[in-house]
């Protein structure tokens, strides 16, 4: 079946430095895929999102680009902030089935200290 | 102007009693879903309706009731509940389910403690 796999984490990272958050996949076809961001205490919500090969989602400076050759939708950011500490969940949704959902990755939980 | 509402936010019970956990959107979206978050902040799905049908319904004890009275809200109701229920939940719609699936939309989630 579909799954998603993220790097372990968690992460601690100092302000202003480069972040780099992995995620691949396993899936038939060509899936859609997604970065979920969930600030404490809150539900997720979308950060970016990419829905075929080489297409590359952005957000609030945040990037990933869907690489089918090597099956991954890597997260990166060139500076982070204090203000990016949170839960980040890769995911994604197949491109066939009746009744499609997304598969989530297991999160990795990002500190950014100032 | 709230997207996605949950109530209540905390859910404290002892074992064995019933709850129920209620769920509005005011997208206009036809899919709900319900998801459910382990301690590790590991998210599974468990529910999905399409306009008010059931459409996904995974490996979920019985124990465990949706109801869709209109493509607004999306409750869940939980029979006898167990320590291993505890857990946070989170509502979440799309504008389109089924074949496509959306960007989804969460909720706050609702925070139950079983003691």
């Known amino acids: 079946g579909d799954s998603v796999t993220q790097m372990e984490g968690p992460v601690t990272l100092s302000e202003e430095a480069f972040l780099t958050i992995n995620c691949t996949y396993t899936a038939t076809g060509y899936p859609s895929l997604f970065w979920y961001v969930q600030y404490p205490g809150e539900g997720l919500q979308l950060l970016l999102k990419?829905?075929?090969?080489?297409d590359k989602g952005s957000n609030k400076g945040f990037e990933a680009t869907y690489r089918k050759e090597t099956t991954s939708f890597h997260l990166e950011k060139g500076s982070v902030q204090v203000s990016d500490s949170a839960v980040y969940f890769c995911?994604?949704?197949?491109?066939?089935?009746?009744?499609?959902?997304?598969?989530f990755g297991k999160g990795i939980t990002l500190s950014v200290r100032p | 102007d709230t997207a996605v509402s949950q109530t209540p936010k905390y859910l404290v019970t002892q074992m064995g009693n019933d709850k129920s956990i209620k769920c509005e959107q005011n997208?206009?979206?036809?899919?709900m879903y319900w998801y459910k978050q382990d301690s590790k902040k590991f998210l599974k799905i468990m529910f999905s309706y399409n306009n008010k049908e059931l459409i996904i319904n995974e490996t979920v004890p019985n124990r465990f009731s949706p109801k869709s009275p209109d493509k607004a809200h999306l409750n869940l109701h939980i029979n006898s509940l167990e320590l291993g229920d505890s857990a946070v939940y989170f509502c979440?719609?799309?504008?389109?389910?089924?074949?496509?699936?959306?960007?989804?939309?969460f909720g706050p989630g609702t925070r139950l403690t079983v003691l």
């Open positions: 990419a829905t075929k090969a080489d």
């Open positions: 979440a719609s799309s504008q389109r389910g089924g074949l496509f699936v959306d960007t989804q939309y």
């Open positions: 995911a994604l949704s197949p491109s066939t089935g009746a009744n499609s959902k997304l598969t």
């Open positions: 997208l206009g979206h036809d899919t």
